[in-house]
T-cell receptor, first 114, second 112 residues
Framework: DSGVTQTPKHLITATGQRVTLRCSPR?????VYWYQQSLDQGLQFLIH???????AKGNILERFSAQQFPDLHSELNLSSLELGDSALYFC?????????????FGPGTRLTVL | GESVGLHLPTLSVQEGDNSIINCAYS??????FIWYKQESGKGPQFIID?????DKRQGQRVTVLLNKTVKHLSLQIAATQPGDSAVYFC???????????FGKGTKLSVIP
């Protein structure tokens, strides 16, 4: 158990809908990262927050947004869902936001868009 | 359990043998590399890392080798055990970037 929690574990929804994925980092970790793992693209970095502020953006679609709250938990919002958004979404956390800081991954949320 | 479902390269090894998993990277500016292990139904787990000023780094039963000339990274697992069965990913991080870029992964299957 990495200490990172993600809810829900599974999510099934329809195209065009909006969902929110939630992540609680390890106690004391200030950084949260979101990744998407799909069948054809592998594991891709989406976005990084450090202590409530956006630090870096990766291949995140405009339909997706994220935020990190004062209690350091984070939410990833996915809107206007398409079939291709079906994937595993992982959250990871680290103590700081430096590059060589070990990232601890949560168990993921499996999103299925029908 | 969950599975990625990618058509991943697969390495099958006998229990007790050594395993070597390879990874090629493309960004010559990458200066930090990490190996992750992902078991079915779980998130990736850090195994070992190496900076570009090193050629080799050893951990417990694992060794990472870095060849910057040919942009190649390898993970060696000694005395492979059934619990080592998983998908292994290399990841790279370029100078000045917070973004990790992951390779496609290799599925390691250990034959008891």
């Amino acid at each position: 158990d990495s200490g990172v929690t993600q809810t829900p574990k599974h999510l099934i929804t329809a195209t065009g809908q909006r969902v929110t994925l939630r992540c609680s980092p390890r106690s004391g970790d200030l950084s949260v990262y979101w990744y998407q793992q799909s069948l054809d693209q592998g594991l891709q970095f989406l976005i990084h927050y450090y202590n409530g502020e956006e630090r870096a953006k990766g291949n995140i679609l405009e339909r997706f947004s994220a935020q990190q709250f004062p209690d350091l938990h984070s939410e990833l919002n996915l809107s206007s869902l398409e079939l291709g958004d079906s994937a595993l979404y992982f959250c990871a956390s680290s103590v700081w936001g430096t590059r060589d800081n070990e990232q601890f991954f949560g168990p993921g949320t499996r999103l299925t868009v029908l | 359990g969950e599975s990625v479902g990618l058509h991943l390269p697969t390495l099958s090894v006998q229990e007790g043998d050594n395993s070597i998993i390879n990874c090629a990277y493309s960004n010559s500016a990458s200066d930090y590399f990490i190996w992750y292990k992902q078991e079915s139904g779980k998130g990736p787990q850090f195994i070992i890392d190496i900076r570009s000023n090193m050629d080799k780094r050893q951990g417990q039963r694992v060794t990472v080798l870095l060849n910057k000339t040919v942009k190649h990274l390898s993970l060696q697992i000694a005395a492979t055990q059934p619990g080592d069965s998983a998908v292994y990913f290399c990841a790279e991080n370029g100078a000045g970037s917070y973004q990790l870029t992951f390779g496609k992964g290799t599925k390691l299957s250990v034959i008891p």
